[in-house]
């Protein structure tokens, strides 16, 4: 099964510029780590919202909370156990912060 390992930051914790820790690249190097992707700081997200009528754009997450979703990364693994160990050796190469571990849903949207 898939897992999704979303990476929430504070705002101004992320330098785009600044190289992998080595740390962190041994982790995604792991065979079961199957894909993994940085994101720009929060002020380049604009959400789509509903809205009375249509869709509203806005500049920002603007989710309440003082963390933002700074990255991602998909895991491999036989169940949730699993994959909570290549969460914890993430949140070990990190100084703030939090991962919230989601299994991916198997099927895909075929449309009507």
């Known amino acids: 099964m898939q897992y999704a390992l979303l990476i929430y930051t504070h705002p101004g914790n992320q330098d785009a510029e600044r190289p ?3 740390a962190i ?9 199957t894909g993994w992707a940085r994101l ?3 002020e380049s997200a604009t959400t789509v919202r509903h809205g009375a009528i249509e869709a ?4 920002g997450p603007f ?5 933002y979703l700074a990255g991602l990364v998909m895991v491999e693994a036989g169940n949730l156990d699993e994959a909570l160990v290549v969460a914890q050796e993430l ?7 939090a991962i919230e571990v989601r299994p991916v849903r198997e099927a895909r949207f ?3």
């Open 25 to 33: 690249a041994a982790v995604l190097a792991k065979p079961n780590v």
């Open 56 to 59: 509203v754009l806005s500049d």
């Open 63 to 67: 989710i309440e909370t003082k963390e």
């Open 20 to 22: 992998m820790d080595s």
């Open 110 to 112: 075929h449309g009507a």
């Open 91 to 97: 949140h070990e190469t990190m100084t703030a912060g």
């Open 40 to 42: 720009h700081a929060e």
